[in-house]
């Protein structure tokens, strides 16, 4: 697996890829908890969905990491065409085979190359934490929040656990992602339909049925992310993802596991 | 007298591939001996690369067994590390270089990377190594397959139209590169539409029509079935209307084409033939007796070119 696994990191590592997605997380994040902070006092909202976060609530110890999880959506859309995509070019170049030929075992084959986009979005979710940290302390003076708090061990500690959260959040949209590749075989369509879903169909469906947003994949991912929210609590949000995820995985592994690779 | 297994690249027995009702390869039953390189012929859609599909487990049979290098067909990891192959034709990832195209494969196979330059510079692509796969043409394309084909330094080389979209120059490069592994230890399984090319380079033939194996065995052997015919040249080429009659009189089938006629008939009646155009006052300028050429023979056993 460990071969598969860098030889998936070489494909992920070519500059355009690799340097475009980061300028893009880190340009998002910055802009995120910017917003966050130079629109504290917007009666629009600076959070995420309208939402007003006050002065009060960013002065806490987990108002260190606010903004970083609030990018958690976007990191996630990212993970999600990634997967999508370097899953489904597989089928599209005609690389598959190759590949096979290879590594004729077809699980081994996707879980090596599911650890190293995993890896890519680890690096995607440092970065944007990193990101979100610089910019909340560069911006806290401006909007007029005292930072007493974030340099206290229950902060670092909040930002761990939102850390972990936010990358559970993420590898869950990529495991989505390349649910969809292998299903579809084509990166347009599995990110169409992925983004499509997660974007709209959920937003829609969440407004007309009562409760909806609590069954949902796409919800569940960023309510796991924030920590629990106004949707879900952690732990149910947790399962319902997991639940999702594993039945997913489980007809995209029989498929690719019995399917014929004619192309 | 019939090989051993462990003489035997690759053996495969009833392989049959169903899609729905239709039979893409049917009870195909043929031998690769070791060491040696194997034509795979057969019209479009005859079921050479299905059949090449499920000697590397990307497609699984629908009926009957077989060997690679030994090991069943039903557990490809067991021999796939000794294969290479291009299978319809080359792929690639092509934002990447044709160098990087090859080091993730190389990676992935466990295979050294400093492999890499040197098989570029084996088919002639050094030069290019670091340009992008999709700026390549179609005949560097086709040599960049033939060089991920070569990387695991194969005992067996499974290769779809490898001749694909190159020029004569490199149609010959290529000949050569698969008459030189095959004396290196290589087998050599090659499928191709060039018939003169697999006639100078195989030793066996597996010849397909409609997913059936209609001939396995020794090219030579295979030419020598079909029916010889002799090239006969008159010094006055108004005898050869009276050369064809007294070859038909004789129960020798005859045509004129051209200057020359071309009279069916075994190597040894060409001078039986002599004689009798001597007895009867013509004289021959030129006598020859040819076998058919694969194409011709291809051609009539498959009936591709009706």
């Known amino acids: ?263 | 007298m019939p090989l051993e297994a462990r003489e035997l690249a690759i053996s495969v027995t009833d392989l049959t591939k169903h899609y729905g009702e239709r039979a893409a390869v049917s009870h195909a039953n043929f031998d690769v001996p070791m060491g040696t390189v194997c034509g795979f012929v057969g019209p479009n859609g005859s079921g050479k690369t299905t059949t090449m599909r499920m000697l590397l487990g990307l497609i699984s049979p629908s009926g009957g067994n077989g060997k690679v290098l030994g090991e069943p067909i039903s557990d490809p990891a067991k021999y796939l590390d000794r294969v290479g192959a291009m299978i319809e034709g080359p792929a690639f990832y092509p934002s990447l270089s044709g160098a990087e195209n090859l080091k993730v494969l190389a990676t992935l196979g466990g295979h050294s990377l400093d492999q890499v330059q040197v098989l570029l510079d084996r088919v002639g692509l050094g030069d290019r190594a670091k340009s992008k796969y999709k700026t390549y043409s179609l005949g560097m394309k086709q040599r960049l397959g033939i060089a991920a084909a070569l990387l695991p330094n194969p005992q067996l080389l499974i290769l779809d139209e490898p001749t694909n979209g190159l020029d004569p120059a490199g149609i010959q490069e290529i000949r050569d590169l698969l008459r030189s592994l095959a004396n290196e230890g290589t087998t050599v399984f090659v499928s191709s539409h060039l018939l003169a090319e697999i006639e100078m380079i195989s030793d066996s033939l597996v010849m397909l029509r409609q997913g059936e194996v209609i001939f396995a065995g020794k090219t030579q052997d295979l030419l020598l079935q079909q029916q010889p015919t002799i090239l006969a040249r008159s010094e006055d080429p108004k005898d050869l209307p009276r050369l064809i009659q007294i070859a038909r009189e004789a129960g020798h089938e005859g045509s004129i084409i051209g200057s020359v006629a071309h009279i069916l008939g075994p190597r040894e009646w060409a001078s039986t033939l002599n004689k009798l155009a001597f007895d009867s006052g013509i004289t021959l300028a030129q006598l020859s007796p040819v076998l058919p050429s694969l194409e011709e023979t291809f051609f009539e056993m498959t009936g591709a070119g009706e």
């Open chain 1, 1 to 263: 697996m460990i071969r598969v696994f860098f030889a998936e990191w070489r494909k992920l590592r070519r500059p355009v890829l690799f340097f475009g997605t980061m300028f893009a997380v880190v340009g998002f994040t910055a802009l995120i908890t910017s917003l966050l902070f130079l629109m504290i006092d917007s009666t629009r909202g600076n959070g995420r969905e309208g939402q007003i976060i006050n002065r009060l609530t960013l002065e806490l110890p987990h108002g260190l990491s606010v903004g970083f999880s609030s990018a958690s959506g976007f990191l996630g859309l990212i993970a999600l065409c990634i997967f999508a995509s370097q899953t489904a070019q597989e089928y599209t170049h005609g690389t598959l085979r190759n590949l096979l030929v290879r590594q004729p075992r077809r699980l081994t084959l996707l879980a090596g190359k599911f650890l190293s986009m995993c890896l890519f979005a680890l690096i995607s979710v440092i970065l944007s934490a990193i990101v979100s940290v610089v910019f909340a302390f560069a911006l806290s003076g401006k909007a007029k929040v005292v930072t007493t708090a974030w340099s206290t061990s229950a902060a670092r500690s909040g930002l761990m656990h939102t850390f972990v959260n936010v990358l559970i959040s993420v590898i869950a949209f990529g495991t989505i992602g390349m649910i969809l590749g292998l299903l579809l075989r084509s990166p347009i369509t599995a990110i169409s339909i992925g983004v499509a879903w997660l974007l709209v169909v959920e937003n829609i469906l969440a407004a007309t049925v009562k409760h909806s947003a609590q069954w949902m994949p796409g919800s569940m991912a960023t309510t796991v992310a924030t920590g629990g929210d106004i949707n879900a609590s952690y732990s149910h949000a947790l399962w319902v993802l997991s639940a999702y995820l594993a039945v997913g995985v489980l007809i995209a592994g029989f498929f690719f596991r019995r399917r014929d690779v004619t192309n």
